[in-house]
């Protein structure tokens, strides 16, 4: 744990703890805790003014890195491979070979990004990212809009409302700095968040909802956890028209094309979005990572729900408050099983973060309208939490360090090419061909439990005339003997800066660049 996080985690515990003592105090019925009206107005438009400059400042970084010529995050550019399959009219769930295979994903994002770029002369990485920030700027107005509904018994719920959407702005850095990135995880959360807006719309919105669940399972998976919650707030406000309507929509919109696709790709549709992932399994330590390690820096808004549940709740209607807790419970259970799962990085945090977020902003306008002697309370709760996930903006923008690093790298792919194939197993987006990337290699690699045909016999062969790896891969795993044995590093590149500039930053001088020849 760095230095950083561990005083992020601080500072949330001790805030939340200090507001526990405050809150305690102030609901008891002999208490004597006033705060003037200028500190109430003080601390509500600090909370406004955090909001604002968090929504600032993410457009302001989206808009610099939008033209960046080279990947934001370590896959970014095997993410352009997989939309410039759909551009070209290739096989996209094709056998793990030798030459590209997919992620373990849906294919909506990647064949919706094609569909733009045959519309939009850009380069693809503007298009990849412009679906991100569109849809980024969309789940904060469904944020505002739900928040605003589900507190309309509260006169102050316009105010909570916009809280509620500049905290998930706010969150860009803990969540990994994702909203923008050429990754398919801002259109799935804006589908998810228009279907649960929807839902609760009379048959009409149920139709929409249903609709939109069905495109976000095509988008990512997690999309089913958000389709079940919907039909159990609806099984408990006894709607049954609706729940009947969601299952029949839903049911059949995932059921029949998984089929189609899965006939149609001989199988490797099912292999590729529902072997893979499950093979990798749930992990006991990521999965304790999530409650000592992620949950705590939200420690005040989880503190002032777990304070304001029991007065507030009574006060909401049934229709809100099931849909409220069943979003928040798959949310935040989605979140939990994705970062104990091998590879959940830190943007799987955003729903569990997200409904933390609109639920604590909920209770916080009703009880500041029956108990108003809170109100300083709980804007300092949402103070603190603004301050736990502060982050340097200007660290989340690529500088010439960054570009020249990509810019050598991608002359060192270019003269390797004059040779003959080059495979880069760290990074997509550089070769022609394009391969697999190094990710997707141990996902088959876990459910296979050994290496694909095509690839040991593309090794065997000696197909490629050079290997890029960054840091030498293990001698006993499957994939590595095989490599020691028809390949040999003849030379390594050391790089101070990766031009990635979120995620898992590589190469860098720990992970310096080898050039592998056959033997």
Same mark, same amino acid.
């Given at each position: 744990m760095s230095v950083g996080v561990l005083?992020?985690?601080?500072?949330?515990?001790?805030?939340?703890?200090?507001?526990? %003592?405050?809150?305690?105090?102030?609901?008891?019925?002999?208490?004597?805790?006033?705060?003037?009206?200028?500190?109430?107005?003080?601390?509500?438009?600090?909370?406004?003014?955090?909001?604002?400059?968090?929504?600032?400042?993410?457009?302001?970084?989206?808009?610099?890195?939008?033209?960046?010529? %080279?990947?934001?995050?370590?896959?970014?550019?095997?993410?352009?491979?997989?939309?410039?399959? %759909?551009?070209?009219?290739?096989?996209?769930?094709?056998?793990?070979?030798?030459?590209?295979?997919?992620?373990?994903?849906?294919?909506?994002?990647?064949?919706?990004?094609?569909?733009?770029?045959?519309?939009f002369p850009f380069p693809a990485f503007v298009i990849m990212r412009g679906v991100s920030i569109v849809s980024t700027v969309g789940c904060a107005v469904l944020i505002a809009l739900w928040t605003k509904q589900l507190a309309m018994g509260s006169t102050q719920s316009a105010f909570w409302a916009l809280l509620a959407a500049g905290l998930f702005l706010a969150a860009y850095r803990v969540t990994g700095a994702w909203y923008?990135?050429?990754?398919?995880?801002?259109?799935?959360?804006?589908?998810?968040?228009?279907?649960?807006?929807?839902?609760?719309?009379?048959?009409?919105?149920?139709?929409?909802?249903?609709?939109?669940?069905?495109?976000?399972?095509?988008?990512?998976?997690?999309?089913?956890?958000?389709?079940?919650?919907?039909?159990?707030?609806?099984?408990?406000?006894? +709607?049954?028209?609706?729940?009947?309507?969601?299952?029949?929509?839903?049911?059949?919109?995932?059921?029949?094309?998984?089929?189609?696709? +899965?006939?149609?790709? =001989?199988?490797?549709?099912?292999? $590729?979005?529902?072997?893979?992932?499950?093979?990798?399994?749930? =992990?006991?330590?990521?999965?304790?990572?999530?409650?000592? +390690?992620?949950?705590?820096? $939200?420690?005040?808004?989880?503190?002032?729900?777990?304070?304001?549940?029991?007065?507030?709740?009574?006060?909401?209607?049934l229709r809100e408050k099931a849909l409220l807790f069943a979003m928040s419970t798959a949310g935040v259970l989605g979140s939990?099983?994705?970062?104990? =799962?091998?590879?959940?990085?830190?943007?799987?945090?955003?729903?569990?973060?997200?409904?933390?977020?609109?639920?604590?902003?909920?209770y916080a306008a009703y009880a500041a309208e029956a108990y108003p002697q809170l109100l300083p309370g709980l804007l300092s709760l949402a103070l603190a939490q603004f301050i736990a996930i502060a982050y340097n903006p200007f660290a989340q923008i690529p500088h010439r360090q960054n570009r020249e690093a990509g810019q050598r790298y991608l002359r060192e792919v270019q003269t390797l090419e004059r040779g003959g194939e080059v495979l880069c197993l760290d990074h997509g987006g550089f070769t022609v061909p394009p391969h697999f990337q190094i990710m997707g290699l141990l996902d088959v690699l876990n459910t296979l439990h050994r290496v694909p045909l095509g690839l040991a016999q593309a090794l065997k062969a000696k197909r490629y005339s050079a290997i890029l790896t960054e840091g030498l891969p293990g001698a006993h795993d499957a994939f590595g003997r095989m490599l020691y044995a028809f390949y040999r590093p003849v030379e390594s590149q050391y790089y101070t800066d990766s031009w990635g500039v979120t995620g898992f930053l590589t190469p860098s001088p720990q992970r310096p660049v080898y050039i592998w020849r056959p033997r």
């Amino acid at each position: 744990m760095s230095v950083g996080v561990l005083v992020r985690l601080l500072w949330a515990l001790i805030a939340a703890g200090v507001g526990a %003592f405050w809150m305690y105090r102030a609901r008891r019925p002999d208490a004597k805790l006033s705060a003037s009206l200028s500190l109430v107005k003080a601390l509500g438009f600090a909370c406004l003014a955090l909001s604002l400059f968090w929504a600032v400042a993410w457009l302001a970084i989206a808009c610099l890195r939008l033209t960046y010529p %080279f990947e934001l995050e370590w896959i970014g550019g095997a993410m352009r491979d997989h939309v410039e399959r %759909f551009l070209h009219h290739q096989p996209f769930y094709v056998p793990p070979g030798g030459g590209w295979f997919p992620y373990e994903y849906p294919p909506l994002y990647p064949w919706v990004c094609a569909q733009l770029l045959k519309w939009f002369p850009f380069p693809a990485f503007v298009i990849m990212r412009g679906v991100s920030i569109v849809s980024t700027v969309g789940c904060a107005v469904l944020i505002a809009l739900w928040t605003k509904q589900l507190a309309m018994g509260s006169t102050q719920s316009a105010f909570w409302a916009l809280l509620a959407a500049g905290l998930f702005l706010a969150a860009y850095r803990v969540t990994g700095a994702w909203y923008d990135l050429e990754r398919l995880d801002m259109l799935f959360l804006f589908l998810s968040l228009l279907g649960i807006y929807a839902l609760d719309k009379g048959l009409g919105g149920t139709v929409v909802a249903s609709f939109a669940f069905v495109l976000a399972f095509f988008t990512k998976q997690q999309a089913v956890l958000f389709i079940m919650a919907a039909a159990l707030a609806l099984c408990y406000q006894q +709607n049954w028209r609706s729940l009947c309507l969601l299952l029949g929509i839903t049911g059949l919109g995932c059921i029949i094309p998984t089929l189609m696709l +899965n006939q149609t790709t =001989h199988g490797w549709f099912w292999f $590729y979005c529902f072997r893979v992932p499950l093979a990798n399994g749930i =992990h006991a330590f990521l999965a304790l990572l999530f409650l000592y +390690n992620d949950l705590p820096l $939200y420690a005040p808004l989880i503190l002032l729900i777990v304070l304001l549940g029991r007065q507030t709740v009574p006060q909401m209607p049934l229709r809100e408050k099931a849909l409220l807790f069943a979003m928040s419970t798959a949310g935040v259970l989605g979140s939990w099983l994705s970062r104990a =799962h091998w590879g959940g990085d830190q943007n799987v945090l955003m729903t569990a973060y997200l409904f933390i977020g609109i639920m604590a902003c909920t209770y916080a306008a009703y009880a500041a309208e029956a108990y108003p002697q809170l109100l300083p309370g709980l804007l300092s709760l949402a103070l603190a939490q603004f301050i736990a996930i502060a982050y340097n903006p200007f660290a989340q923008i690529p500088h010439r360090q960054n570009r020249e690093a990509g810019q050598r790298y991608l002359r060192e792919v270019q003269t390797l090419e004059r040779g003959g194939e080059v495979l880069c197993l760290d990074h997509g987006g550089f070769t022609v061909p394009p391969h697999f990337q190094i990710m997707g290699l141990l996902d088959v690699l876990n459910t296979l439990h050994r290496v694909p045909l095509g690839l040991a016999q593309a090794l065997k062969a000696k197909r490629y005339s050079a290997i890029l790896t960054e840091g030498l891969p293990g001698a006993h795993d499957a994939f590595g003997r095989m490599l020691y044995a028809f390949y040999r590093p003849v030379e390594s590149q050391y790089y101070t800066d990766s031009w990635g500039v979120t995620g898992f930053l590589t190469p860098s001088p720990q992970r310096p660049v080898y050039i592998w020849r056959p033997r």
